[in-house]
C-alpha cells in the first residue's frame, strides 16, 4: 500500500491534525507522535476511496475492514505480504484514533481492534534419510567417532542441546544400558535408554577418540577439537565450536 499524508476530507485531514495533536498532550515519545498520524492517515485516505468523507464513518466495522484489507497487500519494496509487525502498527494507531474520538465526544465506540500474533515457527525435523546420510558422512578419525557419538545423544535418544551439552563421562551407565540426564527441562533429572548401537558408538567415542581430545582435566563428556575442554550449549551450535 502507497503511504499517502494527501486527504481531501477536511474533515479527516482535522482529524490527522488533532490526532497528533492530542498525542503529544499525552507525552506520548516523539516517533509514536510522528508515525502513528500517518498510520491514521492512510486509514483515513483508504476511508475516502470507499467514498467516504465524514467523522461519522469511522466505525469499529470499516477500521476491521482496513486491517483486514492490509493482510492482502503487499510490500511495494519487498513484494511481500506485510509482516504482523508492521500491520500491528496500524492496529496500534486505529486504537487510539478510536480512544480520542471517544474522549473528544466525536465517537460513541471504541475499536475492538486486537493485535495480530507472530505465526509460531515449527521445528525442523530431518527425514530417515538425511539421518542416514548425517551419519555415513562421520568418519572413522577422531573428530568422526566424536561426532558419531553426538548423533547417538542428540538424535538417538532426543537430548535437548543443553541437555548434551552438560553430560559427562560418568553419566554413561553402560552396565545398565541407560543415560543419566542432570540438567533435563525445568531441572528434572532422568534416565534415558541407550540402544545397542547408541551404547557402541559411546564406548567408541570413549574408548577410541576421546583421549586423544583431553588436553584438560575435565569430566565433560563431549570435547572440543582445539582446547581439548567440554564443549559449550553455543559451540554445540553449527559452525561456532570454539572448546
Known amino acids: 500500500m502507497a503511504r499517502t499524508n494527501v486527504l481531501h476530507s477536511p ?9 497528533k495533536q492530542w498525542l503529544q498532550t499525552l507525552g506520548y515519545a516523539s516517533t509514536t507522535v510522528y508515525n502513528l498520524p500517518r498510520h491514521a492517515a492512510e486509514y483515513l485516505h483508504w476511508q475516502e476511496q470507499q467514498g467516504n468523507s465524514t467523522v461519522a464513518a469511522i466505525t469499529p466495522a470499516s477500521a476491521n475492514a482496513f486491517i483486514s484489507y492490509l493482510q492482502l497487500q503487499t510490500g511495494i519494496r519487498t513484494g511481500r505480504e506485510h509482516s504482523v509487525g508492521h500491520i500491528n502498527k496500524y492496529v496500534q494507531a486505529l486504537v487510539l484514533v478510536g480512544r480520542y474520538l ?3 465526544g466525536q465517537g460513541g465506540e471504541g ?3 486486537v493485535r495480530l500474533a507472530p505465526a ?8 530417515v534419510g538425511e539421518i ?5 558422512v562421520t568418519g572413522n578419525d577422531v573428530l568422526g567417532l566424536r561426532d558419531r557419538a553426538m548423533l547417538a545423544v542428540f538424535y538417538g535418544c532426543g537430548l535437548r542441546l543443553n541437555e548434551g ?19 533435563g527441562k525445568g531441572y528434572k533429572e532422568r534416565y534415558v535408554p541407550l540402544t545397542q548401537q547408541n551404547l557402541y558408538h559411546l564406548q567408541s567415542y570413549l574408548t577410541e577418540s576421546r583421549p586423544q581430545l583431553l588436553q584438560a582435566s575435565t569430566q565433560s563428556l ?11 550449549k553455543q559451540s554445540l551450535h553449527p559452525h561456532q565450536e570454539t572448546g
Request: proline letters at 2%; hydrophobic letters at 40%.
Open 111 to 113: 475499536f475492538c481492534l
Open 222 to 232: 563431549f570435547l572440543g577439537a582445539n582446547t581439548g575442554k567440554g564443549l559449550t
Open 132 to 136: 542416514r546420510q548425517l551419519y555415513h
Open 165 to 183: 551439552a552438560s553430560l559427562e563421562v560418568s553419566d554413561i551407565l553402560a552396565d545398565r544400558r541407560l543415560l543419566y540426564v542432570r540438567k
Open 102 to 104: 471517544r474522549q473528544t
Open 120 to 127: 509460531k515457527r515449527l521445528p525442523a525435523w530431518l527425514t
Open 11 to 19: 474533515a479527516y485531514a482535522q482529524l490527522r491534525d488533532s490526532f
